[in-house]
């Protein structure tokens, strides 16, 4: 395919997981508003951060409230990222590649367009957020779910794939990146508890709030959750498990030669260094600089692939 | 005459050009007045790409840059052998139309510049009228190295009043044209008197008499083309006939330097 | 109606190679030489070009209209970018699906198979150098344009790639397309770009929609060119007065199908005529397309007219005129009900080496607006699905 094709499909999945991470960390933002009343404004600074917004945001606004920042995230196009945005992008993208849809596809893609123009159109009141915020991430599963469905298992799919799990890499990276300090031994009180918001906030940012207790528990602390985002491989955004499905779709599009490709590679590395260890190896190490790290070499990871494939030149 | 030829042409750039392509028309051919012993061009820094004869039967090469080339070397060199035949290059060839000639371009439109020069001009025989368009032209404009923009028309040229070969050569054509008479640039190189380094081909026209063909005059020197001259790409002005034309992405800061010898044996 | 459509289309492409080679027609003196030499659409750099298998217009539209039951006349050569056999497609496949029972009771000749024609008779035009299976692209000016659409659906149903002009570059003497495993060489393009904005490095510098080096190429012989650059002088109407002459010169056969008479503004008497009778004629531009443009002079008003004969007396030579013909019509569905329409009949010709093939059907083009004579679609005119249907 046309490398400005592959550029098309790796950017649309990247703009849908987006939007709906955006979405979620909306929806953690003001659950968290709602039910801890000592927090005030304040925790929206990092849901804007965890976003990689904050700095767009404060050179626009004088004042951090919640109402401003959830119309920022939600449907300022002047926010490249909101949730509006993204998914324009991504139907714009998809309407580039259209011919290398399935007609499931693009419908989906075009309907979860059509809903968000019409839901974001205005400013969302208070107590339509939840059911607006809903409606965003199912729009967005419906296009996923027509991709795994009906989609050839191709070099389409490959891409598509690879910009789903770069994104949602680097989206599970910078919510610990943001409150990776709740997550330091120094930090967590003697006796743990599931009620420390912060972790709350950071597991339901994930859509693992669930999930852990099952797995691990109502003992668990800080420690068994840095590991389930960093290094559990069966937890659908953990950073071992994206890198797992990056790698995965990488070889596959490498098919047939004798060696791994630069993007192979890069995704090779950061599998081996820093995801094959244990979470006391990630302590050590200090868990900013590793997350720090982690970020800079999925950057690097995502511009590797850009090259590799020819997406401009 | 035995004339030999050497011509380089190098770019240079400060950041590395991402891909360019360079169009050349630097190939002389046989005729009746000249012979190529001997001709190559070398690419450094580019690979050739394809080669084919344009609509004035010129050899044209298409040469593309290296990736992240800084540098392009284009040298051109051989051996001609040049006979005197009084300007006259002969009866019209090829495929492209006699009519064709006769129209005006872009830089060679006729205006009050030109209508001026066409009324100092003495209406005479063709070939002395020719001839006499050409002593007009030089008097009017003035033979001044930098003195244009290589991008004028004839109009503009005639109004500033100075030019260089490239312009007598437009204005020539423009009046020619306005006259009737099929006419068109020619490029290529002069050997001079008093040195053997140029930085630059010579431009100079051609105008097709009825009876006679094609005829050359080179406004500049006054004269029509005699042994010291090698055609070697022609068209209906500059744009045609250019030795070297580009598009490139990338490759900022550019310096061209250009370095003919031309060597009577 | 077929068998005339052939030899049209073999004259345009026989006028096409030799405008750009001898030009015999010229030193015969069938048509005069300014219809040539003032003509903005002639491109001299195609001059001694030979495309592979000699072919110029790979695509036609001949447009037709018709006054009478057996009564028809050629509106229109289109051998530029005729388009609109994306819609001849869509209609058929709507009425497929909307009335599937005309289609058991009538015997309706096929159209689906276009797009497997159409990369068929492309492959076929491919330069004999290339081996092997040779590859198609469509080249399309972006999403911006007008007719994207057409050019993503045509690169779809054909199975080929979709190009822009940045995805391609020259690569060992090639046009080669950018793919996510390296540079891949095309062998035909069918190309929706305007010649001015083919290739900035020999055309128009300014252009964004081109690739540059690709005339180069083409000269070369590495790329056919579908439909060849400097096809758009068959498009001319004042060329279109000369058919007759352009079929029986190159054909040696009297034309079959009618043109419309048609006065050159070109020529002072026949201009005289023209202004004379603005009120009855319609004067449409040399170069013009999309029915912009034109005059009718019927259904004009005094303003209108008056302005016009301005613009024809300043620039005579860039006018044709023909008689408002009584176009037939076809009834529509319109809010009131049934109602006619005027309507004409584009039928698509694809041409390869040896082959001149004649869709069976084409896109009629209805005048939407009550009485008016303009069908084209980018001035709000409608489409409909046509049968050919088998006795």
Redo the contacts between chains.
């Keep these: 395919m046309l490398g400005k094709t592959a550029n098309g499909l790796f950017w649309m999945y990247r703009s849908l997981e987006r939007a709906e991470n955006t979405a979620r960390l909306i929806e953690t933002g003001q659950r968290i508003a709602l039910t801890r009343l000592e927090l005030g404004d304040s925790e929206w600074r990092s849901v804007l951060e965890s976003a990689g917004s904050l700095g767009h945001f404060e050179a626009v606004h004088d004042e951090l409230t919640k109402g401003a920042a959830i119309d920022w995230l939600l449907r300022d196009r002047d926010n490249p990222s909101s949730v509006l945005s993204s998914i324009e992008t991504a139907r714009q993208n998809a309407r580039l590649v259209r011919t290398a849809l399935t007609h499931e596809v693009w419908e989906a893609t075009n309907a979860a367009y059509m809903s968000a123009r019409e839901l974001l159109a205005r400013k969302v009141v208070e107590r339509d957020l939840p059911g607006v915020l809903g409606a965003m991430r199912q729009s967005a599963s419906l296009v996923r779910g027509m991709t795994h469905g009906t989609m050839l298992r191709n070099d389409i799919y490959n891409f598509a794939r690879l910009g789903t799990f770069i994104e949602r890499a680097d989206n599970t990276a910078r919510i610990l990146d943001v409150k990776y300090y709740v997550l330091l031994p120094s930090a967590s009180a003697v006796g743990t508890s599931l009620d420390n918001v912060q972790w709350e906030t950071i597991l339901r940012s994930v859509s693992a709030r669930g999930g852990f207790r099952m797995e691990y528990g109502a003992g668990a602390g800080s420690r068994e959750i840095a590991h389930f985002l960093i290094l559990d491989k069966r937890m659908p955004r953990s950073l071992a498990f994206c890198l797992r499905k990056i790698r995965d779709n990488l070889g596959y599009l490498n098919n047939g030669q004798m060696r791994p490709g630069p993007a192979q590679n890069k995704a090779l590395h950061i599998e081996r260094t820093y995801l094959s260890h244990d979470i006391d190896a990630v302590f050590d190490y200090g868990l900013h600089e590793y997350i720090q790290t982690v970020l800079g070499l999925l950057a690097g990871l995502s511009g590797q692939i850009e090259t590799d494939f020819r997406f401009y030149e | 005459m035995r004339l030999t030829i050497r011509h380089e042409t190098r770019y240079q750039f400060e950041t590395p050009v991402k891909y360019g392509l360079q169009q050349l028309r630097k190939t002389p051919k046989s005729s009746h007045q000249q012979t190529v012993l001997s001709w190559r061009t070398e690419v450094t820094g580019g690979q050739r790409e394809v080669s084919f004869e344009d609509h004035h039967n010129n050899t044209v090469e298409l040469i593309s840059f290296e990736r992240e080339a800084e540098e392009l070397v284009i040298v051109s060199e051989g051996e001609v052998e040049v006979r005197d035949n009084h300007g006259i290059v002969g009866p019209h060839r090829g495929a492209a139309p006699l009519w064709l000639f006769q129209q005006a371009t872009p830089r060679t439109e006729s205006g009050p510049g030109v209508r001026s020069i066409l009324r100092d001009t003495p209406d005479e025989e063709p070939l002395q009228h020719l001839h006499a368009l050409a002593g007009v032209i030089r008097n009017a404009v003035a033979f001044e190295v930098g003195a244009s923009d290589p991008d004028w028309s004839a109009e503009e040229a005639i109004a500033a009043g100075k030019g260089v070969c490239q312009d007598h050569t437009h204005i020539f054509l423009s009046c020619a044209r306005a006259l009737g008479y099929p006419a068109r640039y020619v490029s290529g190189y002069l050997m001079l008197n008093h040195r053997t380094a140029q930085d630059a081909m010579h431009a100079w026209a051609e105008a097709h008499v009825d009876g006679l063909g094609w005829v050359g005059f080179d406004v500049a020197n006054g004269i029509s083309p005699d042994t010291r001259y090698v055609r070697v790409a022609t068209g209906l002005d500059y744009a045609e006939a250019a030795p070297v034309i580009g598009t490139r992405i990338g490759g900022m800061g550019e310096t061209l330097s250009v370095a003919i010898d031309v060597v009577q044996q | 109606m077929t068998r005339g459509i052939e030899q049209r289309v073999r004259a345009i492409n026989a006028f096409l190679h030799d405008i750009?080679?001898?030009?015999e027609i010229?030193k015969a003196g069938r048509i005069p030489?300014e219809m040539i030499?003032r003509n903005e659409a002639f491109e001299?750099?195609?001059?001694?070009?030979s495309p592979p298998g000699g072919i110029y217009t790979h695509i036609v539209g001949i447009d037709l209209v018709r006054t009478g039951p057996d009564d028809f006349f050629v509106l229109e050569d289109n051998a530029r970018t005729p388009s609109g056999v994306s819609y001849m497609l869509e209609n058929r496949e709507t009425m497929l699906q909307m009335f599937p029972e005309l289609f058991s009771q009538n015997r309706v000749k096929g159209v689906q198979n276009y797009p497997t024609d159409l990369r068929r008779s492309l492959s076929a035009c491919a330069p004999d150098a290339t081996g092997g299976r040779p590859v198609v692209a469509v080249l399309t000016p972006g999403?911006y344009n007008s007719a994207y659409y057409e050019h993503?659906f045509l690169?779809?149903q054909m199975g080929v790639?979709?190009?822009?002009g940045?995805?391609l570059?020259?690569?060992?003497?090639r046009v080669a397309?950018?793919?996510?495993r390296?540079y891949t060489p095309i062998d035909v393009l069918y190309r929706r770009v305007d010649d001015a904005f083919l290739d900035?490095?020999?055309f128009n510098?300014e252009s964004q929609l081109g690739v540059?080096?690709i005339m180069?190429?083409y000269?070369?012989?590495?790329i056919t060119i579908a439909n060849a650059p400097g096809t758009g002088i068959a498009d001319d109407k004042a060329i279109y007065s000369y058919m007759p002459e352009i079929v029986e010169f190159y054909t040696g056969e009297r034309p079959l199908l009618r043109n419309v008479p048609t006065w050159r503004c070109s020529e002072p008497d026949q201009l005289a005529y023209v202004l004379d009778n603005l009120e009855e004629l319609v004067v449409k531009e040399v170069h013009g397309s999309g029915g912009y443009g034109m005059l009718i002079g019927p259904t004009a008003t005094k303003k209108d007219i008056a302005a016009f004969r301005r613009k024809l007396k300043a620039r005579p030579a860039n006018y044709i005129a023909q008689p408002t013909l009584s176009l037939s019509t076809v009834p529509i569905f319109a809010r009131q009900g049934l109602t006619p329409r005027h309507v004409d009949l584009r039928p698509f010709v694809l041409v390869s080496p040896g082959s001149i093939n004649v869709t069976a059907g084409g896109l009629t083009r209805v005048a939407l607006k009550k009485g008016s004579l303009v069908v084209n679609s980018s001035q709000g005119g409608g489409t409909k699905d046509t049968w050919v249907v088998e006795d």
């Excluded at chain 3, 750009?20 to 030009?23: D, E, G, L, M, W």
């Excluded at chain 3, 000269?219 to 590495?222: C, E, N, S």
């Design positions: 750009y080679h001898r030009q010229i030489k030499a001299p750099r195609m001059i001694g070009v999403i993503a690169a779809d790639e979709l190009v822009e940045h995805d570059r020259i690569v060992d003497g397309m950018r793919t996510t390296g900035p490095l020999n510098p540059p080096g180069d190429v000269r070369a012989g590495g």
